[in-house]
C-alpha cells in the first residue's frame, strides 16, 4: 500500500532518491538545499540507503564526483541551488555532453549580488543552454515524482541525459506537505536497473572525453543536439509509464482550466499552485481566463505549447528571472520565438516579479491578469511590466 | 598485450605499452617518458582519470585514442574530485554485488598547473577524505599545454611567457611551491618523487603508490625540451643533472617517515643544471650563487627529516 | 563503421558519432604516422649493440622494437628523431644522421 505523509520537498525528493536505491550521492551543503544531503547522509549513516555518500569540498567538486561515479555506472544524485549551481557551471555542460544520466536537484535561489538565499529562477535559466534536462515541479508530490521519473528517462539508453529537477527554494524545499510515497514494488516496477553501456573497465578499455579538433567537433555537438530533441518522445512515454504505475499523469505542457479561455496566464513552479486559484476567482466572476503551466523546460516542448495557446487572444508569461539587457525574461522570450511563425497566436505580455524570495499572493496573479489585458487593449512603452516593485518602473525599452 | 618483460639487471620491465605510439607530445618529450614508464608499472587493471594539459590532448584527438586503459578526461581543475566518484562508484557497485570484486588502480593524472593551482582543492578535499587512489603529478613546470605560461611548480629564475625575463625581471620571482610537502602535510600513507632518468625507481613508486591502501601521490619531474629550451637528446641527462645537484632530489614518505632514494656525498653546482636550458639563460652569476644557496639550504632541510627517522 | 570511426573526412558524418564522443577502440591512434616529424633518423649499429635494451627503455615515442634475436630495430613509422636512443646508448651504437628529402 502506497502512504499518504507529510513533507517538505527538500524530504520528498531525498526519499525518492532512496526508493531509486542510488549508489553514489556527492553533495555540497547551501541553502535552501541543505535539508536533502543532510537526510540523505542520514539515510546513509542509519543502514536505510546503500549508498556512497562522497561529502565534497566544493560544488564544483560534487558534480565532477558524480562524473567519475556515472561513468563507472553508479547511479548518480546530487542537489544544489543557486551559487552552488553557477559554481558547478562548467561542470553542468560537460555532464550532458558525455551523456552521463545524473539526477540533480536544484532548490531554486536568487544569484548574488546581493547575496540572497530565497528563490527565483536566475539559477535553472543561466544553465538552460547547457543540455540537461530540465522539469520544474509545482509541489511536494511533483518533487518526488519528478525526481524518480528523472532517473527512469535520463537512463533510458535511447536518451542518457542528466535530469535537473527543480522546485522553488523555501517556498517547496521547506514547506511540509502531503506527500504519496508508493511501495517499493512499484517503485522497482517503474525504475529498471540502471545498465551503463559504457562503463569504464580494464575488461574493455574505452576512452571517454576526448577532445574535438575542428574538424570533428561540430558533427559531435550535432550529435548531441539531435539527440537531446529526440529524448522528448522518451520524457512524455516516461510521463505515461509514470501515470500507469502511480495514477498521476504529468504533461510537457499542462493545462488548467484553459476551455475557451481567451486570456492565458503561464507561469513555472510553485507560482503556477497559486495562479490557479487566482484563475478560479476570476473564472467565478465569469472571466475568460485560463492558467498554462510549464513543467517541461528543456528540450523546450514547441510543439505542445503553440497548441496548448493558440486558440487564445493573449498570453502573459509570468518570469521569475531577469535576462539583463534582453527583451524580456528568458521564458517570456522562448514563448514568442516559439510563437513568431506561428498562424494563430495570441499576443504575448512579458512580466517578472517574485524576484529573491518575493511573495507572489493570489491577488497579485489577478493583478498580472488584469494589466497584462489592458495593455493589450492600451499598448505600453515598456518591453517588459514588473509587478510588486516599490516605485513606478520605466525605462525598459530598447 | 602479451605480458613480455625486458630484463634490465635485477629489474623486469614489460614490454607491454598502455599509451600507443602515434601520440603527439613533442619530439623528446619527457613527460611522454615518464607517462610510458608510469602506465607500464600500473598495468591494466586501472582506470585513469586525466586532467587538461599536455598529456590529455597528446593522447586524445577524437575519433582516436593512445590509451589502451580505460581512461577519462573531463576538466582541467576536477581530477581530484573525479577520482573520488570512480574510486566511491567502484566500490559501491562492488558492495552492492552489482559488480564483481576484484582490484582495480584508481589514478589520477595532471600536470604541475592541474595540480599545484587550479586542482588544489579538489586534489586536498581527496586526500582529506582519504579515497583510495594515487595521484599522478607530471611536473614540467609550467603550463605547457597553453603556451609555456607560469605555474606555481615554476622554479625561480625560469623565463616563461607569463613571467618573462626582461631589462627589469629575471623571470619567475618565487620559489618553487613544494607540492610534495604539501600532500605529506595530508597525512596520506605514500608520497614520492621520480624522475624518468631513474627508469626503475620511478616504476617501483608508481607501483607502490598503486597498491597502498588510501591516497598516494607521486610527483614526476618531467622534462619539457619545447619550454625548457634545451636540444631534443637531452631529457635523461637534464633528469639526471636535477636530481644530482639536489634541485630535484627523489625521496619517498611512506606513513610519515622520510627516505633519500639517491644520496650523493657531494651535490653537483646547479649551474650544471641550468646552463643548457634556454629558459635559464639570462640568470646572472649572483642569481645563479641565490639558487646555489637556496638548493643548499631545502637539502638541508630534506636531510633533517630523512635524520630523524634513521635510527 | 569501425573504419569510419577511426577517421574524419569526407565520410565522416555526425550519425557516426558515439554516444558521448566516446572512442571505444582501444589504441587506435597507433595508426597516425608520426615519422614525417623527424628532421634526424638514428641508425643502430648491430656490430656495436649489446643488445642492453636502453634505447629501447628511453624512447618517449614507442619507437624501438625488439626483435627476435634480441636486437633492437627503429620503427620509423613512429621515431620522431629526437635523439634520446643515441644519447642513452653506453656503447655508441647509435647515430643520428640528416633526414633526407624523399
Ligand atoms: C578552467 C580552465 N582554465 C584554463 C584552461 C586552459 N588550460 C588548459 S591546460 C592548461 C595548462 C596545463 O598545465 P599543466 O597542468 O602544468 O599541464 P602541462 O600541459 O604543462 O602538461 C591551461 C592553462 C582550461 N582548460 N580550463
Ligand atoms: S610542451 Fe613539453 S611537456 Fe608538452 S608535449 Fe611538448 S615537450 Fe612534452
Ligand atoms: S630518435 Fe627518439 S623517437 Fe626515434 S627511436 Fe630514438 S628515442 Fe625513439
Ligand atoms: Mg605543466
Same mark, same amino acid.
Given at each position: ?398 | ?17 598502455? *599509451? #600507443? ?10 613527460? &611522454? !617518458? ?5 602506465? $607500464? ?67 589520477? *593524472? #595532471? ?5 599545484s593551482?587550479?586542482?588544489?582543492? &579538489? !586534489?586536498?578535499?581527496?586526500f582529506?577524505? $582519504? ?6 603529478c607530471?611536473d614540467?613546470e ?10 606555481s611548480a615554476?622554479p625561480y629564475g ?16 618565487t620559489w618553487k611551491k613544494n607540492m610534495a610537502e604539501i600532500a605529506v602535510a595530508h597525512d596520506i600513507p605514500y608520497v614520492a618523487t621520480a624522475c624518468?632518468?631513474y627508469?626503475?625507481d620511478l616504476?617501483n613508486k608508481?607501483?607502490k603508490g598503486?597498491?597502498v591502501?588510501?591516497p598516494a601521490y607521486v610527483h614526476i619531474f ?17 633528469g639526471r643533472l636535477a636530481v644530482e645537484t639536489g634541485i630535484f632530489p627523489l625521496y619517498e614518505v611512506e606513513n610519515g617517515r622520510y627516505k633519500l632514494n639517491i644520496d650523493r656525498p657531494k651535490l653537483r653546482p646547479v649551474e650544471e643544471y641550468l ?13 645563479i650563487a641565490k639558487i646555489q644557496e637556496h638548493v643548499n639550504e631545502e637539502y638541508a632541510k630534506l636531510k633533517a627529516k630523512v635524520a630523524c627517522f634513521a635510527a | ?102
Amino acid at each position: 500500500m502506497s502512504k499518504r505523509v507529510g513533507l517538505e520537498a527538500s524530504f520528498a525528493a531525498a526519499e525518492a532518491a532512496r526508493m531509486a536505491d542510488v549508489d553514489v550521492i556527492a553533495a555540497y551543503p547551501i541553502t535552501p538545499q541543505t535539508h536533502i544531503p543532510e537526510r540523505l547522509a542520514e539515510m546513509v549513516a542509519d543502514g536505510e540507503l546503500n549508498a556512497a555518500y562522497i561529502p565534497v569540498e566544493s560544488e564544483h567538486s560534487a558534480l565532477s564526483a558524480c562524473l567519475g561515479a556515472a561513468a563507472v555506472g553508479a547511479r548518480t544524485f546530487t542537489a544544489t541551488a543557486g551559487q552552488g549551481l553557477e559554481l558547478m557551471h562548467e561542470v553542468v555542460y560537460v555532464a550532458s555532453s558525455m551523456r552521463y544520466p545524473i539526477v540533480m536537484t536544484i532548490c531554486n535561489r536568487a544569484l548574488s549580488a546581493p547575496l540572497s538565499v530565497w528563490g527565483d529562477h536566475s539559477d535553472a535559466m543561466a544553465v538552460r543552454d547547457a543540455g540537461w534536462i530540465q522539469v520544474f515541479c509545482q509541489n511536494n508530490q511533483d518533487a518526488f515524482d519528478m525526481t524518480l521519473w528523472a532517473f527512469r528517462v535520463g537512463e533510458d539508453p535511447r536518451v542518457l541525459f542528466p535530469v535537473m529537477v527543480h522546485f522553488d527554494g523555501f517556498h517547496l524545499s521547506h514547506v511540509t506537505e502531503p506527500v504519496i510515497l508508493p511501495e517499493q514494488k512499484e517503485v522497482d516496477r517503474f525504475l529498471p536497473r540502471f545498465q551503463y553501456p559504457f562503463a569504464l573497465t580494464p575488461d574493455k578499455p574505452m576512452t571517454h572525453g576526448a577532445f574535438g579538433p575542428p574538424d570533428i567537433y561540430s558533427e559531435a555537438k550535432i550529435a548531441q543536439e539531435v539527440a537531446f530533441r529526440k529524448s522528448k518522445d522518451v520524457i512524455i512515454q516516461g510521463f505515461k509509464e509514470f501515470g500507469d504505475i502511480f495514477g498521476r499523469y504529468y504533461h510537457p505542457v499542462e493545462p488548467y482550466r484553459t476551455e475557451g479561455a481567451k486570456v492565458l496566464l503561464l507561469t513555472m513552479g510553485s507560482f503556477s499552485e497559486t495562479a490557479k486559484i487566482a484563475i478560479d476567482t476570476k473564472k467565478n466572476k465569469g472571466e475568460s481566463v485560463g492558467l498554462i503551466n510549464l513543467r517541461l523546460w528543456r528540450p523546450f516542448p514547441f510543439e505542445e505549447l503553440c497548441q496548448a495557446v493558440k486558440d487564445a487572444e493573449t498570453l502573459i508569461v509570468f518570469d521569475r528571472c531577469i535576462s539583463f539587457g534582453g527583451p524580456g525574461g528568458p521564458v517570456s522570450s522562448e514563448i514568442r520565438s516559439a510563437l513568431y511563425n506561428e498562424k494563430e497566436r495570441p499576443r504575448v505580455v512579458s512580466f517578472i516579479g517574485g524576484l529573491g524570495g518575493r511573495d507572489m499572493a493570489v491577488k497579485d496573479f489577478e493583478y498580472v491578469i488584469d494589466q497584462g489585458r489592458e495593455i493589450v487593449e492600451k499598448g505600453s512603452e515598456e518591453l517588459f511590466e514588473t509587478v510588486g516593485i516599490r516605485g513606478e518602473v520605466t525605462g525598459i525599452r530598447g | 598485450m602479451d605480458g613480455k618483460f625486458i630484463k634490465f639487471g635485477k629489474n623486469l620491465v614489460t614490454t607491454d605499452e598502455f *599509451v #600507443a605510439e602515434g601520440h603527439s607530445f613533442c619530439v623528446g618529450c619527457g613527460e &611522454a !617518458l615518464a607517462l610510458r614508464l608510469a602506465c $607500464k608499472a600500473l598495468g591494466k587493471d586501472v582506470i585513469i582519470a586525466n586532467a587538461t594539459g599536455c598529456i590529455e590532448i597528446c593522447t586524445s584527438p577524437l575519433p582516436v585514442t593512445s590509451w589502451r586503459v580505460p581512461w577519462i578526461h573531463t576538466l582541467f581543475e576536477n581530477t581530484g574530485a573525479e577520482i573520488s566518484g570512480i574510486e566511491a562508484g567502484l566500490k559501491i557497485l562492488m558492495k552492492k554485488g552489482k559488480m564483481p570484486e576484484r582490484d582495480i588502480k584508481c589514478v589520477a *593524472v #595532471a600536470g604541475d598547473g592541474g595540480t599545484s593551482d587550479i586542482g588544489m582543492q &579538489a !586534489l586536498s578535499g581527496a586526500f582529506e577524505r $582519504k579515497h583510495d587512489f594515487l595521484y599522478l603529478c607530471f611536473d614540467n613546470e609550467a603550463y605547457m599545454n597553453t603556451g609555456i605560461q607560469r605555474s606555481s611548480a615554476t622554479p625561480y629564475g625560469a623565463s616563461t611567457t607569463t613571467a618573462p625575463a626582461g631589462k627589469l625581471s629575471i623571470g619567475q620571482t618565487t620559489w618553487k611551491k613544494n607540492m610534495a610537502e604539501i600532500a605529506v602535510a595530508h597525512d596520506i600513507p605514500y608520497v614520492a618523487t621520480a624522475c624518468p632518468s631513474y627508469p626503475f625507481d620511478l616504476i617501483n613508486k608508481v607501483k607502490k603508490g598503486g597498491e597502498v591502501k588510501g591516497p598516494a601521490y607521486v610527483h614526476i619531474f618531467s622534462p619539457c625540451p619545447t619550454g625548457w629550451r634545451y636540444p631534443t637528446d637531452l631529457a635523461i641527462e637534464i633528469g639526471r643533472l636535477a636530481v644530482e645537484t639536489g634541485i630535484f632530489p627523489l625521496y619517498e614518505v611512506e606513513n610519515g617517515r622520510y627516505k633519500l632514494n639517491i644520496d650523493r656525498p657531494k651535490l653537483r653546482p646547479v649551474e650544471e643544471y641550468l646552463k643548457p636550458q634556454g629558459r635559464f639563460r639570462h640568470l646572472l652569476d649572483g642569481e645563479i650563487a641565490k639558487i646555489q644557496e637556496h638548493v643548499n639550504e631545502e637539502y638541508a632541510k630534506l636531510k633533517a627529516k630523512v635524520a630523524c627517522f634513521a635510527a | 563503421m569501425t573504419e569510419k570511426r577511426l577517421k574524419t573526412g569526407p565520410d565522416f558524418i555526425w550519425r557516426d558519432m558515439e554516444v558521448g564522443n566516446i572512442v571505444t577502440e582501444a589504441g587506435s591512434a597507433a595508426l597516425r604516422r608520426t615519422g614525417d616529424w623527424r628532421s634526424q633518423r638514428p641508425i643502430i649499429d648491430k656490430e656495436r649493440c649489446n643488445k642492453c635494451g636502453l634505447c629501447w627503455l628511453y624512447c618517449p615515442d614507442v619507437a624501438i622494437k625488439l626483435l627476435e634475436d634480441g636486437y633492437y630495430e627503429t620503427d620509423l613509422f613512429y621515431c620522431k628523431g629526437c635523439g634520446i636512443c643515441a644519447k642513452v646508448c653506453t656503447r655508441e651504437a647509435i647515430t643520428m644522421i640528416e633526414e633526407e628529402e624523399e
